[in-house]
Each structure stands twice: as structure tokens, then as C-alpha cells.
């Protein structure tokens, strides 16, 4: 598989990743407020959910990291220079 479409597909699980993290992130903050239900889970399911994504997140962070090592080298170049 060519590297670009490796890299795109990368970015479009992580994003995908980072939104749902984002939407369980504002859940746990409007049940800690309000004490309702967010989506119908509670806040324990919600920390659940967190504690699967968060770590799956994590790993595609470092993947991306990695394939994306020397065009982060010579950014941080530019922004030191």
C-alpha cells in the first residue's frame, strides 16, 4: 500500500478516535454538572468507554509519530531557527 494512503487512513482513524474521546469527554462534564444521564450511559460507562479509546489513541498517536518522524524533524527545524 502506498505510504500517503497508509498515512491517510492514519489520520482519518484518529480523528475519529479523538471525537469520540471529545464527545465522552463532554459527557463526563455535563453528568458531573447536571447529574443526568449523557446519551443515555451513565458517568461509570462513559469512563469506560474513555479507558478503551484512550489507549487506542495513544498507539495511533505513536504510529503517526513514527511515519511522520522526518517532516516532524524539519518543522522543528524551521520553528528553532
Keep these: 500500500m502506498n505510504i500517503v494512503k497508509v498515512r491517510a487512513l492514519l489520520s482519518s482513524i484518529l480523528l475519529v478516535v479523538f471525537i469520540g474521546v471529545l464527545v465522552i469527554t463532554i459527557g463526563v462534564l455535563y453528568i458531573t454538572k447536571t447529574g443526568n444521564p449523557f446519551l443515555g450511559m451513565s ?5 469506560n468507554a474513555r479507558n478503551i479509546l484512550g489507549p487506542i489513541m495513544n498507539v495511533l498517536i505513536i504510529i503517526h509519530l513514527a511515519l511522520n518522524w522526518n517532516l516532524y ?3 522543528l527545524k524551521v520553528l528553532f531557527k
Excluded: D, G, I, P
Design 73 to 75: 524533524k524539519k518543522e
Design 43 to 47: 458517568k461509570s460507562e462513559l469512563f
